[in-house]
């Protein structure tokens, strides 16, 4: 599967921007999608990941609460919206896609996923 995300942008504090991620060349209903958010300063950080079905999300504690990951598999598409945004949400974000349709044990590390799209960038001002 090729993964695109896109959505970034220049947001100010306590905005709200949606992210989606739109996979192609294999029916996304077959993976479950997360995303990750990495900065200079840092390595790829776990945001939220959802199973193949879409009944099971696990988020990072840092972003409960706010964000909100959902998929439409009619539309081949994972959302992450994004509420009550943060200047510490600056990133960019990527999504990931591995191939399996339990609704168990999600990744929440890089190396679980196989396919990685191209990251959009999220800049939040204060």
């Known amino acids: 599967v090729q993964l695109q995300a896109s959505g970034g942008g220049l947001v100010q504090a306590a905005d709200s921007l949606r992210l989606p991620c739109t996979g192609s060349r294999d029916p996304l209903a077959n993976y479950q999608v997360g995303w990750f958010r990495q900065d200079p300063g840092t390595g790829r950080e776990f945001v939220a990941v959802i199973s193949s079905s879409g009944r099971a999300t696990e988020y990072t504690d840092s972003v409960k609460g706010r964000f909100t990951i959902s998929r439409d598999n009619a539309k081949n598409t994972v959302y992450l919206q994004m509420n009550n945004l943060k200047p510490e949400d600056t990133a960019v974000y990527l999504c990931?896609?591995?191939?399996?349709?339990?609704?168990?044990?999600?990744?929440?590390?890089?190396?679980?996923?196989?396919?990685w799209g191209q990251g959009t960038l999220v800049t939040v001002s204060s």
């Open positions: 990931a896609a591995d191939k399996t349709t339990l609704d168990y044990g999600l990744g929440h590390t890089h190396y679980e996923f196989g396919h």
